[in-house]
């Protein structure tokens, strides 16, 4: 199944483009209703459903740089996984998966529709205290992360938690962030250039790895067709 995603994504991208040419294909959902808006026009009640927008966070990266995910991001779209260094076996896992993914969309880097630059890959640290950069550096070069296009990122632990809570909707159970409060998730979350939230997949889950990658496709040619 692993390599199926590497092998299959080529054929993902031509019949997806093929569908998009045609309006005739789904696009990935939202997720995060914020409230329903209601307006009458021409004597009619129509209503607008407004999702939330995720909001920036401030972190430091595998290389020691203090970056921004909606300003250095910016018109990317992201798949997001929470996870902590000294994880023995979950954490792993989503890495290696995640790294599936880098690769199998590293084949496509000469399509017309440019996807390396498009998708970025955040994977954020949920135990800021020990995971320094240093470390982040050491497990990114671990699993072959390209630095320039999946990061690694510590930082205030509150701020990250509220993240993953407030931000992602993570359900993941109550906590403030403090020193008792842990919060340990296998899910990534698909988030598209607008800041908005589009899918949540199992990450151990070769199927559901699959599944975000067809949806990255689409997201990324979903792109493509608003800038024509």
């Known amino acids: 199944m692993g390599l199926a995603v590497a092998f299959l994504l080529p ?12 309006d005739s294909i789904n696009l990935p959902d939202y997720y995060g209703v914020e409230r329903v808006d209601s307006t009458m026009k021409d004597g009619k009640l129509e209503t607008d459903t407004v999702y939330h927008t995720v909001a920036d966070l401030q972190l430091t990266n595998q290389l020691g740089d203090q970056v921004s995910l909606n300003k250095d991001l910016a018109s990317r779209i992201m798949v997001v996984d929470f996870f902590f260094v000294a994880c023995p076996s979950v954490c792993p896992r989503l890495a290696g998966n995640i790294g599936m993914l880098q690769k199998a969309f590293r084949r496509n880097t000469k399509n017309e529709f440019g996807i390396d630059k498009s998708v970025h890959f955040v994977s954020i640290s949920v135990d800021p205290a020990h995971d320094t950069f240093q470390a982040l550096r050491a ?4 699993f072959g992360a390209n630095h320039d296009h999946w990061w690694f990122l510590t930082g205030d632990k509150q701020s990250i938690y509220d993240y993953a809570r407030n931000e992602l909707k993570l359900a993941v159970g109550p906590g403030d962030g403090g020193a008792e409060d842990f919060i340990h998730t296998e899910k990534l979350v698909l988030i598209d250039a607008q800041r908005k939230i589009r899918g949540y997949y199992d990450g151990l889950d070769t199927v559901e790895i699959k ?10 040619m979903e792109k493509v067709k608003k800038r024509k």
Do not use: E, G, N, Q
């Open 11 to 22: 054929l993902s991208f031509y019949m997806i483009a093929r569908m998009l040419s045609k």
């Open 139 to 142: 497990y990114a070069d671990r």
């Open 211 to 220: 599944r975000c990658a067809d949806d990255m496709v689409l997201l990324t």
